[in-house]
């Protein structure tokens, strides 16, 4: 017996000498910059916020072709993607229309809100070409009047500095912080202003 365990040994210790490489975590941040005359006064809810399901995952996703992904396992959102797309849009939002009054799916429901935004996000990943993109259709809702007021879709392209992980997550904020400022002016047009 004893001999087997000194036979062992050596597997165990190249075992424990063969690690994996630290995992890295990632997270989007707002960027969106304030409006330089604050919207109208309402109260506004972003999300839900709908993945693709190919999104809905702890790795961080990137294109090698036109129909193929990479998962990287040592790369990883450091949450729920879904959540950090909605409370990041929620606070681009309120930067690009200067109101503190605009809130992240999901809210309690006695709040009454004065509009709605549900997103579909059907892209969110970065090209072989060193581009960050972002497909998403959206609906507004009059929630006062309980009526859709519009469905749009945007397709936002953001280069990347580097091919790095870092850096595609930098530019996916900036997707996102352009979606909240055409979120915003459809808003500011939902109310008549311009």
Same mark, same amino acid.
């Given at each position: 017996?004893?001999?087997?365990?000194?036979?062992?040994?050596?597997?165990?210790?190249?075992?424990?000498?063969?690690?994996?490489?630290?995992?890295?975590?990632?997270?989007?941040?707002?960027?969106?910059?304030? %409006?330089?005359?604050?919207?109208?006064?309402? /109260?506004?809810?972003?999300?839900?916020?709908?993945?693709?399901?190919?999104?809905?995952?702890?790795?961080?996703?990137?294109?090698?072709?036109?129909?193929?992904?990479?998962? !990287?396992?040592?790369?990883?959102?450091?949450?729920?993607?879904?959540?950090?797309?909605?409370?990041?849009?929620?606070?681009?939002?309120?930067?690009?229309?200067?109101?503190?009054?605009?809130?992240?799916?999901?809210?309690?429901?006695?709040?009454? /809100?004065?509009?709605?935004?549900?997103?579909?996000?059907?892209?969110?990943?970065?090209?072989?070409?060193?581009?960050?993109?972002? !497909?998403?259709?959206?609906?507004?809702?009059?929630?006062?009047? %309980?009526?859709?007021?519009?469905?749009? %879709?945007?397709?936002?392209?953001?280069?990347?500095?580097?091919?790095?992980?870092?850096?595609?997550?930098?530019?996916?904020?900036?997707?996102?912080?352009?979606?909240? !400022?055409?979120?915003?002016?459809?808003?500011?047009?939902?109310?008549?202003?311009?």
């Amino acid at each position: 017996m004893s001999k087997l365990i000194l036979l062992l040994i050596p597997f165990m210790l190249a075992a424990c000498a063969t690690q994996s490489p630290p995992a890295n975590f990632y997270v989007l941040s707002p960027l969106s910059q304030p %409006r330089s005359t604050p919207a109208p006064k309402m /109260l506004v809810g972003v999300g839900p916020v709908n993945l693709a399901g190919y999104l809905d995952r702890n790795q961080l996703v990137s294109r090698s072709g036109t129909v193929s992904l990479q998962l !990287d396992e040592f790369n990883r959102w450091a949450g729920d993607l879904g959540k950090n797309i909605t409370q990041v849009l929620a606070e681009n939002l309120s930067r690009s229309l200067s109101l503190d009054s605009v809130l992240a799916y999901p809210w309690s429901s006695g709040i009454d /809100l004065d509009y709605q935004i549900i997103l579909d996000v059907s892209r969110f990943d970065a090209a072989p070409d060193s581009t960050v993109i972002l !497909d998403v259709q959206w609906q507004l809702f009059d929630q006062r009047q %309980r009526k859709l007021l519009s469905v749009q %879709r945007g397709h936002f392209e953001v280069p990347r500095q580097d091919s790095g992980y870092a850096a595609t997550v930098q530019a996916q904020s900036e997707a996102l912080a352009q979606l909240a !400022d055409s979120l915003a002016q459809a808003l500011v047009s939902a109310q008549g202003h311009e």
